[in-house]
């Protein structure tokens, strides 16, 4: 057997899950399944894991909209509450 050897890699906590959780979702384990993103297989393997790799950039995506949202909905509630103050202290 070859030995084997790591490379650290830093993600956050959040995408450390989703890595594991895509990990387990295809039946390998997490350094198996990152190998087969960066060295994919010909074939179904490597159609496979662009697959997995969209799913979790589409993941990404949908976090950064409801971020987005949160953070205009708060900013629309501010703007409210301000254009109230000031209807309320007017003459």
């Not at 450390?16 to 190998?35: D, F, M, N, P």
């Amino acid at each position: 057997m070859a030995t084997q050897e790591s490379i650290p890699v830093f993600v956050s906590a959040e995408e450390k899950a989703r890595i594991e959780k895509l990990a387990q979702a295809a039946g390998l384990s997490t350094s198996e399944y990152l190998r087969s993103l960066v060295l994919p297989k010909p074939g179904k393997a490597a159609i496979w894991a662009l697959f997995d790799h969209f799913i979790l950039s589409a993941n990404r995506t949908c976090d950064h909209i409801d971020e987005t949202v949160a953070f205009v909905e708060a900013s629309n509630r501010r703007m409210a509450e301000k254009e109230a103050k000031r209807h309320w202290s007017s003459p």
